[in-house]
């Protein structure tokens, strides 16, 4: 294949700006998919993806397309995902190109995430192409659009594309212009074979599918080939590309993108990140990888039933394939055993992954209260990682705690700008600085973590309406005054609802909790006494009443004192149940505490 009739390219943009509907459009026009087979969100081949309306996993397909020139070229297209807690996705995907097409909606512009894609596309040095989507909705302003996109990130007027995707309208004009646009890719087909893995899944026949991207040299079937990184050898059975079906190929050259399998099934075996090379002849030095992002969230994963726990550390190994940004390790809890401390990068892909062990591997599963990572710093200048409550040491010998913060930009309306900083500000934000980006205001806070990710994104779009966005990195450690918040089940410690407070919230999350327990635990055969405790002292409590059991219904008429002697048997009764009973505590409890 001559690698100038390649083009690699993803497509990026904030979440909902249309990149999923495009990649659609663009299949279609090129004849890659028939309308007969044609469905929304193509590419998205998980349920859930269809179900929620986004992209989760980046999808690789190959197009064939003739040019208005004569010729046929080839372009391997990736569709990412959209949001913040998928970036990873869409740093994997962009090293496997030479191009990106910046999608934005014309009705709302260049917004938080549209701009972190940018500078995420720049920084792998890519060419961008901007691309205005949505154009046949009715009464907007595509010079605005325009506007933003010169004034504020700097393109140039004639390079901008104007399309709908939902009604077909460009779509020609686009393939023209990525052909011309996008630089077809460097490396020659004689040099020693190097090769990206920029993604994996599991297959239950085929063992583990590996997605590479050839810079140099060549892959074929049979061939010895090394994992730089790991230093393991294999021989290839299947080479293939996605059209969007897997498709046998005799061979992938140099610049091209496709799929290999060398009948691999243990998920230690390969890594994401590592250069592939031919065994006999192989490159000098290996591609640069993928930097490990540090999670931001973490919660205890427990199965529900002991006996699952080897069968959620194989579900654990497998789905960490293809999202190497999920992180976890074993642990041991009190009340629901061996399980394991998984790391996430937020709320949403903590929910994610949890449905996607539930769903594609059939486990019925447990999560502790969600946290973020603090830390401590001893009087000897020693610095503690506190990922669980649990590890929380001995407060005499600590000088300070630490919490993790997040530089925090949200573009918003002038006209919300108020709204935007009072409620930053009530996140315990701390105001850096703000500029004009078109005819909005760009704003940057410090924010601690914890504040960010349960509900923030959602507060922000309803104080602008739904015109405000987010975007955040890490920023580091800042000082805080810490506490560990327990509740307590009739005296025992439920160490499931543990978590580290900042002293002034704790009074108000622990009577939150204590209040939605009382709701959701449901009545036993004795009183059941939930209470939240704060460094030693009992900070809230409610009872919730046993069920009654009428004693006396089989009393009719007579003495009083047999009535009596009967209601203290029960008592009595009751009372020794209270000791050696068990709380039922229903799922319902556990996802009610995480909302909060």
């Known amino acids: ?57 980046a999808s690789a397909v190959r197009i064939d397309y003739k040019a208005d020139d004569g010729k046929n070229y080839i372009l391997n297209l990736i569709d990412t995902p959209g949001h913040v807690d998928f970036a990873y996705e869409v740093e994997k995907s962009l090293r496997a190109c030479e191009g990106a097409l910046l999608v934005i909606d014309a009705s709302q512009g260049v917004e938080s995430q549209t701009v972190a894609n940018y500078y995420l596309a720049i920084d792998s040095n890519l060419e961008i192409l901007p691309v205005i989507n949505k154009i046949d909705i009715a009464n907007i302003d595509i010079n605005h659009a325009k506007t933003e996109l010169i004034e504020g990130l700097g393109f140039k007027d004639n390079d901008i594309k104007l399309v709908s995707a939902k009604e077909g309208t460009g ?138 726990y080897m069968a959620l550390r194989e579900a654990i190994a497998k789905l960490r394939l293809s999202d190497p940004s999920f992180v976890s390790e074993p642990e041991t809890s009190q009340t629901f055993g061996h399980g394991f401390r998984c790391g996430f990068l937020g709320l949403l892909h903590m ?12 486990l019925n599963l447990l999560l502790t209260t969600p946290n973020v990572k603090f830390r401590a710093v001893t009087k000897n200048k020693e610095v503690i990682e506190i990922e669980n409550p649990s590890q929380l040491p001995d407060t005499s010998n600590i000088q300070t705690f630490e919490e993790p913060y997040l530089e925090v930009s949200i573009l918003t309306p002038v006209s919300s ?124 409590s409610a009872k919730i009443k046993s069920a009654g059991k009428n004693v006396t219904a089989k009393c009719y008429g007579g003495d009083i004192t047999r009535k009596r002697k009967l209601w203290e048997k029960q008592k009595e009764g009751k009372k020794r149940l209270k000791q050696i009973g068990n709380v039922e505590v229903p799922q319902e409890a556990f996802l009610a505490a995480l909302k909060l």
């Open 171 to 308: 779509i020609k004009d686009l393939f023209e212009k990525i052909l011309q646009f996008i630089p077809s890719p460097d490396g020659e087909g004689d040099e020693p074979l190097q090769a990206l893995i920029f993604d994996m899944k599991y297959d239950i026949y085929k063992g583990i599918i590996i997605y590479v991207r050839i810079f140099s040299g060549k892959l074929k079937p049979n061939m010895r080939i090394k994992m730089m990184h790991k230093g393991k050898e294999f021989n290839i059975d299947e080479l293939g590309v996605f059209r969007p079906e897997a498709v046998k190929v005799k061979e992938l050259t140099c610049g091209e993108v496709g799929y290999l399998t060398c009948n691999v099934y243990d998920p230690q075996e390969v890594r994401v990140g590592d250069t592939v090379t031919e065994s006999a002849r192989p490159c000098q030095e290996p591609l640069e990888g993928y930097r490990q992002l540090n999670p931001l969230v973490f919660s205890g994963v427990y199965p529900v039933n002991s006996k699952d």
């Open 417 to 540: 700008m108020d709204k935007v900083m009072e409620l930053a500000k009530k996140k315990r934000g701390v105001y850096r600085k703000s500029d004009f980006v078109s005819d909005r205001m760009r704003i940057i806070f410090d924010i601690p973590l914890s504040e960010v990710i349960v509900d923030f994104n959602d507060l922000i779009k309803s104080v602008t309406r739904g015109y405000g966005s987010i975007d955040y990195k890490f920023k580091g450690y800042l000082p805080a005054n810490i506490s560990k918040l327990d509740i307590m089940i009739n005296g025992k410690v439920c160490d499931a609802f543990s978590c580290l407070v900042i002293k002034d919230r704790a009074y108000d999350k622990g009577q939150a909790l204590v209040t939605k327990l009382k709701e959701l635990i449901p009545q036993q055969l004795f009183e059941v006494k939930v209470q939240a405790t704060c460094d030693g002292r009992i900070i809230s």
């Open 1 to 57: 294949m001559d690698k100038n009739l390649v083009r690699n390219f993803s497509i990026i943009a904030h979440i909902d700006h249309g990149k999923s509907t495009l990649a659609d459009r663009l299949l279609l026009f090129s004849g890659a998919i028939d309308e007969r087979k044609f469905k929304n969100q193509l590419l998205d081949d998980m349920d859930l993806e269809r179900e929620r309306g986004i992209t989760i996993k």
């Open 351 to 362: 929910e994610i992954v949890q449905e996607r062990l539930q769903r594609e591997f059939d």
